[in-house]
């Protein structure tokens, strides 16, 4: 079978050199498409390909109406709202994610952000620290997990909101739980946010919210932009010179963020909290390996468009 990388943010070469042999030994052909400039060139290179590994790329319906071998196509990494689900459905499209594998690159990216915004930016002005302060979680998965126990190493109280999750499996996994926004935003001087983009989810975190937290919080966004309504976030830093919001995913209004807020907003060049060596290493071949185990054996367990 043919692969296809298809990576506009690049894989670190350790992982791609890792992918290429696994693939190769499953007996399949393996191309390359590393930072492609436009979309067009994706649709371009998928003509003739039997399964696509993808990281943030965005397999639309154009591309899947372009790839007619097309058989599986595997996120390398946990969120897969880039991925038009029901289009790859209807072209009998398996897609899979590899959960749980670049968990701990984006874990360690929140709990560097927040130290950062309380070091004001690693500018001489005073800051804070983080000990003692309480972190609330939302959304207890591979994430948030590894967020709680790295928060709570540093000495931090940790809550968690997760609907998924019943109080014994939040407080297996370290956490106090709560069962309301409103409970999570209000006790949280810091607020790391591990919800999937969803129609439920997007512009979800708001005025009402944001402005629920306690004086001096910070908003920590390693999930997704589209989940915060941007308008309202501007909003309740205008009305709360107290409040902080730091970001792995630019806001569509960060430049009008920075120039209202300054060192109150920080926004990552581009998203990075799954750029590691150790995470792409892992999520790359993860996604190697699931795509060798399908055509060989059919197995399906990470589908998430059954
Ligand atoms: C994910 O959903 O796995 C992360 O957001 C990582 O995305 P990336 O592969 O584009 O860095």
Known sequence: MKVLIATQKPFAAAAVAGIKDILEKGGHEVVLLEKYAEQADFVKAVADVNAIIIRSDKVTAEVLDAAKELKIVVRAGAGYDNVDLAAASAHGVVVMNTPGQNSNAVAELAIAMMIFMARTQFTPATGSEVQGKTLGIQAFGNVGRLVGAKAKALGMKVKALDPFLSDEQIAAGGAEPVHTLDELYTGSDYLSLHIPALPSTIGSIGYDLITKMPKGATLVNTARKEVIDEA??????????????????????????????????????????????????????????QIVDYFATGNTRFQVNK
């Open 232 to 289: 309202g976030l501007e909003k309740a830093l205008e009305e709360r010179p107290d409040l902080k919001y730091v970001t792995d995913v630019a806001p569509d209004n960060l430049a009008v963020l920075q120039e209202k807020f300054g060192l109150r907003v920080f926004a990552t060049p581009k998203k990075m909290g799954a750029q590691t060596a150790e995470a792409n290493v892992n999520a790359g071949l993860a996604a190697a390996n």
